[in-house]
């Protein structure tokens, strides 16, 4: 009985060491910004060579999805997929395709507070969110320009001020109607009392190759068991079952 337990356990194990992520695979538009973009100057103390980049909203299309994911739980719709950058070191081109794997925690805090500062803005000043995915419609390039600034703000920095001109992380060349709307996300996130964006909300769509993106989560997702780890308790069962009978 003890061999076959530990075979039982083998079993499963590797059972469930071959489950697999969501993935979502995507086309990006051409032009690949949403509402355009400006061109800007950031330069951060981690590693990321100072340049010259373009920010902006994003937007693709969804092609095809595996794993627990719906085209339900994609905020607008599998044709109008919004997303922003989430990571300076590596790039995307018009009408790319890229599968990308899907991260349900990967966004971080300082970027989950962040998103709500912006929420609480576009709501009118209020954590009463009629459109709980507003970062994601910026409505503007200005606006989704200054969203864009402080997500990478949010992820490359530590401070609590989330100045762009100092910290670890700086951004230069925004136009005056752009900073404006910055101001008024910082200041929001400076003042506290906002409500953070839920990380259930938000999906960082992570790939090893391409720029990592984040966009919005919409419904609720439930943590059932992975397939592999369905098979391992099978296998589990089956083998205290059969240890029953061998005492009987």
């Not at 993935?23 to 103390?45: A, C, E, M, R």
């Not at 920010?55 to 997303?83: C, K, P, R």
């Not at 404006?180 to 906002?194: D, H, P, R, S």
Request: aromatic share 10%; proline share 3%; glycine share 8%.
């Amino acid at each position: 009985m003890k061999t076959f337990a530990r075979l039982a356990l083998v079993a499963g194990i590797a059972v469930s060491t071959a489950a697999v992520a969501d993935t979502v695979t995507i086309q990006y538009d051409n032009p690949v910004f949403n509402f355009g973009s400006d061109p800007v100057t950031l330069s951060t103390d981690g590693g990321v060579t100072p340049r010259n980049v373009s920010a902006g909203e994003f937007e693709a299309t969804v092609l095809s999805h595996t794993g627990s994911i719906t085209n339900a739980n994609f905020v607008d719709s599998t044709s109008d997929l919004y997303l922003y950058c989430y990571d300076l070191a590596q790039y995307i081109s018009n009408s790319e395709t890229i599968t990308y794997t899907i991260n349900y925690a990967g966004v971080q805090s300082r970027t989950l507070d962040f998103l709500g500062a912006v929420n609480y803005v576009l709501n009118g000043n209020s954590n009463t969110w009629t459109d709980p995915f507003a970062w994601m419609h910026p409505g503007n390039t200005d606006v989704g320009v200054a969203i864009q600034a402080g997500i990478w703000e949010s992820l490359y920095d530590s401070t609590a001020d989330f100045s762009l001109t100092g910290g670890t992380f700086r951004l230069s060349g925004m136009n005056a109607t752009t900073f404006n709307e910055y101001a008024l996300f910082q200041a929001a996130v400076q003042n506290g009392g906002v409500n953070d964006v839920a990380q259930s909300a938000t999906m960082l769509l992570a790939s090893d190759s391409k720029q990592d993106q984040i966009t919005g989560h919409r419904g609720s997702r439930f943590d059932l068991p992975e397939p592999g780890s369905i098979a391992l308790v099978a296998v589990g069962l089956l083998a205290a079952g059969f240890a029953r009978r061998r005492r009987s």
